[in-house]
C-alpha cells in the first residue's frame, strides 16, 4: 500500500490549507485513517482520525480548526485545516489502520500499519 500525501506549504498565521493523502488501493480495506505530526524533537502525535464508520476524533489541540473527512470513490483522505497556529508547524503524515480497532479510543502512532512519506506545514506569526 502506498500513501502519497500532497498540499503543504507556507501559511500566516490565521490561514488554511488542506491536505490530501491519496491512497495506491482502496480504502475501504482500512479500519481507520488518520493524519499525524511530528515537529522537531517531537513525538508523533495522532492530529485526527476517522473511522471506516464515519466516527472522528480530534486532538484537542486542533478541535474546531480541523476537519477530517475521506472520499472512498477517489481513495483519498482529506484534512482542511483552518485558523492555522505557528504551533500547528510539523511534518504531517497520513496513516491508515488496517487491524481492528478499539471504539472510543483514537489510533496512536503504534496502532498504524502503513505511513506516507510527510508533508511539511510550516506556519509564520
Known amino acids: 500500500v502506498q500513501l502519497v500525501e500532497s498540499g503543504g506549504g507556507l501559511v500566516q498565521a490565521g490561514g488554511s490549507l488542506r491536505l490530501s493523502c491519496a491512497a495506491s488501493e482502496s480504502i475501504y480495506g482500512f479500519n481507520a485513517m488518520g493524519w499525524y505530526r511530528q515537529a522537531p524533537g517531537k513525538e508523533r502525535e495522532m492530529v485526527a482520525e476517522?473511522?471506516?464508520?464515519?466516527?472522528?476524533y480530534y486532538a484537542d489541540s486542533v478541535k474546531d480548526r480541523f476537519t477530517i473527512s475521506r472520499d472512498n470513490t477517489k481513495n483519498t483522505l482529506y484534512l482542511q485545516m483552518d485558523s492555522l497556529k505557528p504551533e500547528d508547524t510539523a511534518a504531517y503524515y497520513c496513516g491508515a489502520v488496517a487491524h481492528p480497532t478499539v471504539a472510543g479510543q483514537p489510533s496512536l502512532s503504534p496502532d498504524v500499519d502503513y505511513w506516507g512519506q510527510g508533508t511539511q506545514v510550516t506556519v509564520s506569526s
Open positions: 476517522i473511522r471506516i464508520i464515519g466516527s472522528t
